[in-house]
């Protein structure tokens, strides 16, 4: 797998310094980004960072997809099958995963928080001239094409979060500007997802020449939110060990 270069960090959602912070009560996600020239694939990138974030051999991992709307495991959200001996590391509870691709990067999330969604795009994806009157909520402001991008990212992290994706109108979906914290201020029509926290993602080995991205992220705590803040760790595929 192509190197990205060394940046394990690990973060806060909150101010994204970097820190040492890590409490075990703290919800933690792995976020880990690979080359879309990487041999293997997506679900190769997901096992592995499913393995990485539990400690086991990617060979234990087995991920698939199953489509919330209509039941398919031919498409979908990318969901973990079986985790081998995850249990025995007291992770009883469900390993949920998400992906994204753009200009030749992949991002996968890991995390038994909660169901997880993440969003990558070229930073002027949004820039279309419709972009406001099948995007933007009635309150949001409109800006350049970065701006829209940023509010496009952490809606469709939030509808991926769901499960919904795309199939729901994300005009109904208000997040904050995009120069505020990143945080959903109020989805119309549609049951409160409980606990929600939306992250804006670093997104590292950005060259000058290559296409500029940007990335967000959103957990959700479906018995509300957590007492403490999220830890973000960021890996590149080419960290993860035996790659
Ligand atoms: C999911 C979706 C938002 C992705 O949009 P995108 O920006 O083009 O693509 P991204 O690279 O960011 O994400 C693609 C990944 O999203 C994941 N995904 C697909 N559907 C998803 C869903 N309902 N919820 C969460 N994640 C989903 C998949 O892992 C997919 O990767 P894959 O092609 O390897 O399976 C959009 O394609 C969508 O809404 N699809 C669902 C449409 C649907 O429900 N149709 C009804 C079928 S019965």
Redesign the pocket.
């Known amino acids: 797998m192509e190197s990205v270069g060394a940046f394990v960090t690990r973060t806060t959602w909150h101010d994204a310094r970097v820190t040492s912070v890590t409490s075990s009560s703290a919800p933690e996600v792995l976020v880990v980004w690979g080359r879309g020239s990487s041999s293997g694939g997506?679900d190769d990138l997901l096992r592995h960072a499913v393995a990485a974030h539990l400690e086991m051999d990617p060979g234990e991992v087995q991920t698939g997809?199953l489509?919330?709307?209509?039941a398919?495991s031919d498409?979908?959200?990318?969901v973990v099958l079986s985790a081998g001996r995850a249990a025995g590391r007291g992770e009883q509870r469900p390993v949920h995963v998400?992906?994204?691709?753009?200009a030749g990067r992949t991002v996968v999330a890991v995390t038994t928080a909660g169901p997880v969604?993440v969003?990558?795009?070229h930073v002027d994806a949004a820039g279309f001239d419709t972009f406001a009157r099948v995007g933007l909520h009635r309150d949001e402001t409109d800006g350049d094409a970065s701006w829209r991008t940023r509010t496009w990212v952490r809606k469709?992290s939030l509808?991926?979060a769901t499960?919904?994706?795309?199939?729901v109108d994300l005009r109904d979906v208000q997040v904050t500007a995009p120069d505020d914290a990143p945080e959903l201020v109020r989805w119309e029509g549609h049951d409160a997802p409980g606990g929600v926290e939306m992250v804006d993602l670093d997104v590292p080995g950005q060259e000058p020449g290559q296409p500029a991205l940007l990335a967000s992220l959103t957990l959700l705590f479906p018995d509300g939110a957590s007492r403490a803040p999220t830890v973000i760790t960021t890996r590149s595929a080419a960290d993860l060990s035996d790659r």
């Open positions: 997506p997809r489509c919330p709307r209509c398919s498409h979908g959200r990318p998400s992906l994204s691709r753009a969604g969003d990558v795009e469709e509808v991926k499960g919904d994706g795309l199939m």
